[in-house]
């Protein structure tokens, strides 16, 4: 078993490279002392803008993507094992990555990234029914929320290999704990929503 600890360990090494960080160091800024203080792409949107949030998206997608893509590469084996591992590792190098102090981001896009690869069918219905919660609702948090829980619940359903729906439960806790804060400021009505994109604004208003 020493291949998947091995491929974790690349995962959380690479998944420490955060994109929030990384380019707001170019502009002299940490994401983390300012906005909402995560270090992710939608504190990243607030911080230092549309273009630049983009690429810290990418950066934090491709990077899980990587991860899962070198453990097959090294480390071939089935079930995967190895791969599941470094998508699972990618996912904890974001929320606590080592270049940076520990002090991370909430590990959505780097679960997506991981999930790109180790459950591809998936994928376009976890993105809509997260697209569908931000549109509804208006929340980041809340669309994420939801595909983690979407996503947690295929770890009981024989989906796929037991790694692969291991990796689904744990990345989907992760993602949830991550967002503890949030869900407390969803429940006392005070957790940030963006305006432009909440589609029921006028139902609501009525």
Known sequence: MIEPVFALLIGYLLGSFSGSLLLGR??????????????????????????????????????????????????????????????????LGHCYPLWHGFRGGKGVA???GASFLLMPLWVPALAALWLLGLLASGFVSLAS??????????????FAELPVRLFAGLVAALVILRHEANIERLIQGRE????????????FAK
């Not at 929320?145 to 024989?158: E, N, Q, S, T, V």
């Not at 940030?192 to 139902?203: A, Y």
Request: proline share 4%; no cysteine; net charge positive.
């Open 26 to 91: 170019l502009f002299g800024v940490d994401v983390r002392e300012h906005g909402s203080g995560n270090a992710g792409g939608t504190n990243a949107l607030r911080v230092l803008g549309a273009r630049v949030a983009l690429l810290v998206v990418l950066i934090d997608l491709g990077k899980a993507s990587l991860a899962v893509a070198v453990a097959w590469l090294l480390l071939p084996a089935t079930p995967d094992w190895p791969g599941a591992a470094a998508g699972l590792g990618a996912v």
């Open 110 to 112: 780097s679960a997506a």
């Open 145 to 158: 929320l939801l595909a983690a829980a979407a996503l947690a619940l295929l770890a009981f359903f024989p």
């Open 192 to 203: 940030n929503r963006f305006e432009r994109i909440w589609l029921l604004k006028r139902f």
